[in-house]
């Protein structure tokens, strides 16, 4: 009887440990193999990628080029997302579960079609989005989007939005309306309502989606690929060029594996602040 | 529960367009009579679908995605169910090991899996082609058959188990007869998303697949990076409708709230 939940787990764990987790180990001692233009990969071990990413200032600009979107991006989506769960959370039944569908749905449509329209809608100076925005007033000459950082972080934002609200959605489900309720009547007004009794009751969601909206817009590929075109490198379509055009895939699992690490850590930390910050919510 | 203001209102209208825009602007696109990218005012025209039917590139990329997803969420709902009986029914030493092992698909970017799948696939001769795909695929939407699959598992009162047993039923048909078909309704939906995923994947696919393996967000991906024209936005309005079809079939089946936000399952 001891053995059976051994058993039952047996066959997942023969896959992930064999497709999963072999790859992975593998990745990380490419990245201290030697690759040239003629002889190809050498299974040495030597520091050579490592030293090269860590002391070219390339990789340093491609980095700080990835995480300076990827911290843009989670603003943006908190800044945006939450007050539009809190929206979400106060509609009638029907309209609640059509606008969720309608907000969440985009999640699960390919980001190669959703980045898409974001090309087509930015189409150069001409494209919709400045054309829009110069007839509102609000900018006097079109703003370059393709093959910008602007561009990316705007359709990053777009993409990833809906694990934000997701996020704030779910905590403000463990809200209290009475609450808000008792707010109101002891004679605090809507602001100091949503400042004190809303937000920090929904600050762990806010949290938890920021730590997932960082994490996958540091790690994106097709939007920063299709948006940024060949030029402006994040680090994920670095290391997709080193690995199926420059070929040097040593150098491209370095990148991987710094990516990896990075935002391992990051997520850890963050992770453990949250929990430590917010124990009474989430105990 | 107090009501939305016009300001509130006004700011969720502002929202949605900006969510539905660049999909809307896909469709739209798609049906231009022009030969370039246009937006169409008055005359529409199903050119560019019919167009599609003329790269076969694209339509055997269609058949190559349906088939891997099929496939490879098949096989991920068969490794989930026996892993979620253990984890949701069992106290045992790793357990919580083992759940985030097989979680960890969400957890590691794909753009690192994408290029440990090469590497991993390059050495043992298996780059490029189905059986690799099949294999990535299942470990990459695992985490979604087996989310669902939890769920349901954790959701079943073991009173309808005892109850059989105690009429005599062997552990063999209890399994049969009364806990798989009430697990059913959740393997089919973790089935359905775990399909939807592999559908739609791009990041991790376009390592491995090769030129004869290629998905059709990859093939789709591979295009842009070259060119934008009309024939991409109808291929893409085909991919929209496909998903928002699945979506529409699967919040009727399961609801989307529970899909998405997940209740129930071994969470925290």
């Keep these: 009887m001891k053995a059976t939940p051994y058993l039952l787990v047996l066959p997942a764990l023969v896959l992930f440990a064999a497709i999963v987790i072999v790859p992975l180990v593998m990745t990380v001692a490419l990245s201290f193999h030697d690759w040239g233009q003629y002889k190809g990969i050498e299974p040495v071990f030597i520091l050579k990628n490592w030293r090269e990413v860590l002391e070219d200032s390339y990789y340093w600009e491609v980095f700080g080029r990835t995480f300076r979107i990827a911290a843009l991006v989670t603003v943006l989506s908190a800044v945006f997302g939450a007050p539009e769960a809190y929206i979400l959370n106060r509609m009638k039944s029907p309209w609640r579960g059509l606008f969720l569908l309608v907000i969440l749905g985009p999640l699960l449509i390919s980001v190669v079609a959703r980045t898409l329209g974001w090309a087509l809608l930015f189409g150069g100076n001409s494209g919709l989005v400045n054309k829009g925005l110069m007839a509102a007033g609000l900018i006097s000459a079109p703003i370059p989007f393709m093959f910008t950082e602007t561009g990316m972080v705007v359709a990053l934002t777009h993409v990833l939005m809906p694990y934000m609200v997701l996020s704030v959605w779910a905590a403000l489900q463990r809200l209290d309306p009475q609450i808000e309720n008792a707010a109101v009547a002891l004679g605090a007004g809507p602001l100091t309502t949503l400042r004190r009794i809303v937000l920090p009751q929904a600050m762990p969601g806010i949290l938890s989606g920021a730590i997932i909206v960082f994490s996958l817009a540091a790690s994106a590929f097709a939007t920063p690929a299709i948006i940024g075109g060949r030029r402006l490198k994040v680090a994920s379509t670095l290391a997709y060029d080193e690995f199926l055009n420059t070929l040097n895939w040593p150098l491209g699992a370095t990148v991987a594996v710094i990516l990896l690490v990075v935002l391992a850590t990051a997520v850890i930390v963050a992770n453990r602040l949250v929990e430590r910050r917010y124990a009474q919510v989430f105990g | ?268």
């Design chain 2, 1 to 268: 529960m107090s009501r939305n203001g016009p300001i509130a209102l006004a700011y969720h209208t502002l929202f949605v367009i900006f969510m539905l825009a660049p999909i809307v602007v896909v469709c739209w696109v798609a049906f231009t009579p022009e030969g370039f990218l246009s937006f169409p005012t008055t005359n529409w025209s199903l050119r560019w679908f019919y167009a599609i039917a003329r790269y076969p590139e694209f339509v055997s990329a269609f058949w190559q995605s349906l088939g891997l997803g099929a496939l490879s969420s098949a096989l991920a709902v068969g490794f989930s169910v026996p892993a979620a009986l253990a984890i949701a029914r069992h106290r045992f030493k790793g357990r919580e090991a083992f759940t985030a092992l097989f979680m960890s698909p969400l957890m590691i970017p794909y753009i690192v899996l994408g290029i440990a799948f090469l590497r991993f696939f390059t050495e043992i001769g298996l780059s490029g082609s189905f059986t690799g795909l099949v294999l990535a695929h299942i470990v990459v939407v695992m985490p979604f058959a087996l989310r669902l699959t939890l769920a349901s598992a954790a959701g079943l009162d073991r009173s309808i188990e005892h109850a059989a047993v105690s009429l005599g039923a062997s552990e063999w048909t209890v399994l049969k007869r009364v806990t798989l078909p009430l697990v059913v309704p959740g393997l089919a939906s973790g089935w359905a998303l775990a399909f939807i995923n592999s559908f739609d994947e791009v990041t991790m696919t376009v390592f491995i697949a090769g030129p004869g393996t290629a998905t059709l967000p990859v093939r789709m991906f591979l295009y842009i990076q070259d060119n934008i024209d009309p024939l991409v936005t109808s291929v893409s309005a085909c991919v929209i409708a496909t998903t928002v079809g699945g979506l529409i079939a699967l919040d009727r089946a399961y609801g989307l709230e529970r899909l998405l936000v997940g209740r129930g399952h071994d969470g925290r």
